[in-house]
T-cell receptor
């Protein structure tokens, strides 16, 4: 059974701070990793993908992957109230994704 | 216009009724997926299709069936709806790598 575990949250940070979201996965065959953002009542939106060990930066977002530890993280710098949402971590292989249950992030003005 | 559309967006139905949820996409993607999302359980895969002639069961296919009418259309049916099928249903598409793109969702309530 493939599993993706996320820190359960909720996570609350002040505006301007760094939000750190973490995820571990069980299937060592996973080849791709994604972070989705989901606002309440809306659909998941792909915000980051990472495929190799190390860091990948896109604007205020940095994804980190450590395949040896089976660990993925997402850092959000200069957090804004508009970043308040549930963040879903997903691990992919063979064109299928396994999702974590999500971490609710609240950014307080 | 949205790349992935789902109809209806909201539906209330009674136990035992047959219901169909429809998904259409203009992305030209080969792969299409149906998920349900429940509070505390996350997104779970119901069925997926890699092309028109390829249909596969996901982790929770019991009580559901699907039809891939064309590359752009993938429908999910509940043959005899039951209350524990009350959930938010998402269609997703994919091409190239593993990443998927989601439709807006259908909120289904079975009373």
């Amino acid at each position: 059974q493939k599993e993706v575990e996320q820190n359960s949250g909720p996570l609350s940070v002040p505006e301007g701070a760094i939000a750190s979201l973490n995820c571990t996965y069980s299937d060592r065959g996973s080849q791709s990793f994604f972070w989705y953002r989901q606002y309440s009542g809306k659909s998941p939106e792909l915000i980051m993908s990472i495929y190799s060990n190390g860091d990948k930066e896109d604007g205020r977002f940095t994804a980190q992957l450590n395949k040896a530890s089976q660990y993925v993280s997402l850092l959000i710098r200069d957090s804004q109230p508009s970043d308040s949402a549930t963040y879903l971590c997903a691990a992919g292989s063979n064109y299928k994704l396994t999702f974590g249950k999500g971490t609710l992030l609240t950014v307080n003005p | 216009d949205a790349d992935v559309t789902q109809t209806p967006r909201n539906r209330i139905t009674k136990t035992g009724k047959r219901i169909m949820l429809e998904c259409s996409q203009t992305k030209g993607h080969d792969r299409m997926y149906w998920y349900r999302q429940d509070p505390g359980l996350g997104l779970r895969l119901i069925y997926y299709s890699f092309d028109v002639k390829d249909i596969n069961k996901g982790e929770i296919s019991d009580g559901y069936s699907v039809s891939r009418q064309a590359q752009a259309k993938f429908s999910l049916s509940l043959e005899s709806a039951i209350p524990n099928q009350t959930a938010l249903y998402f269609c997703a598409t994919g091409t190239g790598g593993d990443e998927q793109y989601f439709g807006p969702g259908t909120r289904l309530t079975v009373t």
